[in-house]
C-alpha cells in the first residue's frame, strides 16, 4: 500500500498489481488502519482510493479464500476492516481506473464519490465462482441502481462500463482514460477548501439518508444544521459573505 500525504489531501493507493489488487486479509487491515490514521490527521482534510496497474480492485482474493469453510469465514470476522472504513469520517473518494469488481466495486461503493476513467469496468462477480456479493454488494448496488437492473448485475455477474454507471448513479464522474486521479485530486481539493465541521456533518447526513430512513434522517440532518451554528466556521462563512470578501476557515 502507498499512502501520498500531501496536505490538504493524502491518497491511499493499492498495490498489488500482478493479483490485480485483490483485497487480500492483510490488505483490508492495512488499508482501514491508513485510512484511520489519515481520518486523525488534522492536516488531511479528503482522502482518495485509487488502485495500481490494470485494476482498482478485482475483488477478494480468491486465492485466500478458495480453501476456507463457512466456520472459519464466520470466524474470520474479514468483515472488521470493511466496517472501520465504513465509519470513516472525512470524504473519501474512490479514483477507478480498470477493473472494479466484487469487493472492488464494493470498496468503491464504500466511498463517497467515485471518479471513474473511461476505461473503468464495474460488476459483482461472485455469482460465476459459486458465491455472491459480501460486503455490501447487493444492498449498495441496490440502493444506488434499484431493485430491477441491480438483480440482473448480481444474478448474471455481468460489467458495465463506467459510463454505464454513470448514467446509472453510481459514478460521481466519468473522465478520460488516465485522468480519474488527476480529477479525484482536483474534487478532494476542492472539498478541502470547505469549513471541515460543515463538510463532516453534511456527509455524515447524506449517508444517513442513503441508509436510513427520512424518519431517521430529517431530524439528523436538522441538529446537523443546528450544531454548525456552534462552530467559529459558522458566524465567518456567513459574515465573510455579508461582507464581500472570502471566508478564513478555522476548522472549529
Ligand atoms: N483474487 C486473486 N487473484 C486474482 C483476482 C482475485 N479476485 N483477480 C485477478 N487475480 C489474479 C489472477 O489470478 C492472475 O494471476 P496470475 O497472473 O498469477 O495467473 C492475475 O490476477 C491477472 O488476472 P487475469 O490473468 O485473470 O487477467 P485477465 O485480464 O485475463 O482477467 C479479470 C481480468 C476479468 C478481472 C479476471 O482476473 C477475473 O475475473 N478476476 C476475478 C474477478 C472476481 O471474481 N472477483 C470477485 C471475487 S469474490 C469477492 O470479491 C467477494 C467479496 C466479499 C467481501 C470480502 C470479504 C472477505
Redesign the pocket.
Known sequence: MLVHRAPPVATVTLNRP???N??S?PL?DELAQRVAELDADDDVLAIVVTGSG??FA????????AGAGAAE?LEGD??AA?QRLRGTKKPLIAAVSG?A????C?LAMLCDMIIAGEDARFG???V??G?M???G?TQLLTRALGKWQAMELVLT?RMLSAREMYERGLVTRVVPQGLHLHEALRLAAEIAKQPPVAVRLAKEAVQKAFLGTLEEGLPLERKNFYLLFATEDQTEGMRAFLEKRAPVWRGK
Open positions: 500482478d493479483v490485480l485483490a483485497l486479509r483490508m490494470r485494476a478485482a475483488g477478494a482474493d480468491i486465492a485466500e479464500m469465514m474479514r468483515f470493511w477493473y469488481l466484487g469487493g472492488g464494493e459483482q462477480p461472485e460465476r465462482i458465491v456479493p459480501g460486503a454488494g455477474g
